[in-house]
Antibody, heavy 122, light 111 residues
């Protein structure tokens, strides 16, 4: 059974940093693209970043480029999102998602975690 | 960037009646491999989104056959043949052929 369990969310001041983790199980982690998708309170879904399983390329939405870094530890089957220079508009539930395939963004997102809330506020 | 536009943004449906949601992409979603990279997701109240339809018309595992996806190129439709109470939530279309992008979401409620 595929499981994605996020952790690391919390309250952080503007300009601060936070690292999200996603513990994956039930599939061969390193062969699949993995992504982060966020949802601001009361808003829709927004893709944030992807890590390609096939060639370890990384992709980011424009609003987080230079501030967020996606990475993975295949020995721990864990996906990370290092977030820095956080802004109020980064406040959201962050979902870890598994792609169907290993390339680019994974074609589609077949499994989602339960999400972790990040609140950026003073 | 690809823009995904859904309509309507809200639906109020009587149980047993059909429902339809439209999704339009600003760019063609046909991959050179022959697959159309358009998906549908449902976010039920208080839950994470779940995959309903992938590659335009394929139902995900466990999805009832009252859900169907159709369309090609830039115009797509999600249809529910007979709405049930458990279908309430927000429906999103998404494309991942280009930088992933979601539609605004369509909220389905039961009369």
């Amino acid at each position: 059974e595929v499981q994605l369990v996020e952790s690391g969310g919390g309250l952080v001041q503007p300009g601060g940093s936070l690292r999200l983790s996603c513990a994956a199980s039930g599939f061969t982690f390193y062969t699949y693209a993995m992504s982060w998708v966020r949802q601001a309170p009361g808003k829709g879904l927004e893709w944030v970043s992807s890590f390609s399983g096939s060639d370890a390329n990384t992709f980011y939405t424009d609003s987080v480029k230079g501030r967020f870094t996606i990475s993975r530890d295949t020995s721990k089957n864990t996906l990370y999102l290092q977030m820095s220079s956080l802004r109020a508009e980064d406040t959201a539930v962050y979902y870890c998602v598994k792609g169907y395939s290993g390339s680019y963004y994974g074609a589609y997102f077949d499994y989602w975690g339960q999400g972790t809330l990040v609140t950026v506020s003073s | 960037d690809v823009v995904m536009t859904q309509s309507p943004l809200s639906l109020l449906v009587t149980p047993g009646e059909p429902a339809s949601i439209s999704c339009r992409s600003s760019q063609n979603l046909l991959h050179t491999n022959g697959y159309t990279y358009l998906d549908w997701y449902l976010q039920k109240p208080g839950q994470s989104p779940q995959l309903l339809i992938y590659f335009g018309s394929n139902r995900a595992s466990g999805v009832p056959d009252r859900f169907s996806g159709s369309g090609s190129g830039t115009d797509f439709t999600l249809k529910i043949s007979r709405v049930e109470a458990e279908d309430v939530g927000v429906y999103y279309c998404m494309q991942a052929l280009h930088t992933p992008a979601f539609g605004q979401g369509t909220r389905l409620e039961i009369k």
